[in-house]
């Protein structure tokens, strides 16, 4: 019967380079799957479109204060009013404001409400300048409301 010895040394320098081996070929496998979406080596997978195309929409509770202000002055007394402020008040949104100024006059025909007012909300206190038009069926349109 032959017998085959081996001798430590061999045996054991053999596993640490196998252990390395398979370490250094997962750590390959997983950066070659992090680095696809990286693109780390020039493919051309970047979305390139532009910010610029997506249109704003208004935000919906600048949209509710409008009606708040245009309801306050279009049913203003101005022989009352005159120069006083007006306060508003939106229970909706939190917001609050006063209109500071309100002149009448006509534009195209149409009796028509030009007024300045701040607006106080979470996002800060800002002016605004606006106007607002009697249509031919009686009702208040909102035509100008722009943030100064």
């Known amino acids: 019967m032959a017998l085959i010895a081996k001798t430590f040394n061999r045996t054991s320098q053999r596993r640490p380079f196998a252990a390395k081996g398979l370490a250094i070929i997962a750590v390959a496998a997983a950066l070659s799957s992090c680095t696809s979406s990286l693109?780390?080596?020039?493919?051309?997978?970047?979305?390139?479109?532009?910010?610029?195309?997506?249109?704003?929409?208004?935000?919906?509770?600048t949209m509710s204060d409008e009606v708040t202000v245009q309801n306050a002055?279009?049913?203003?007394?101005?022989?009352?009013?005159?120069?006083?402020?007006?306060?508003?008040?939106?229970?909706?949104?939190?917001?609050?404001?006063?209109?500071?100024?309100?002149?009448e006059g006509r534009n195209q025909g149409h009796i028509c409400r030009d007024f300045t007012t701040t607006r106080h909300s979470f996002e800060g206190i800002a002016q605004f300048t606006g106007q607002t038009c009697l249509t031919n069926s009686g009702d208040w349109m909102l035509t100008s409301f722009d943030r100064q």
Do not use: E, Y
């Open 39 to 61: 693109d780390l080596f020039g493919g051309d997978k970047v979305d390139r479109m532009s910010t610029g195309t997506i249109q704003a929409k208004r935000n919906p509770t």
């Open 73 to 103: 002055v279009s049913s203003a007394d101005l022989s009352k009013v005159s120069m006083s402020p007006l306060p508003w008040a939106n229970t909706t949104t939190g917001s609050a404001g006063v209109v500071s100024s309100i002149r």
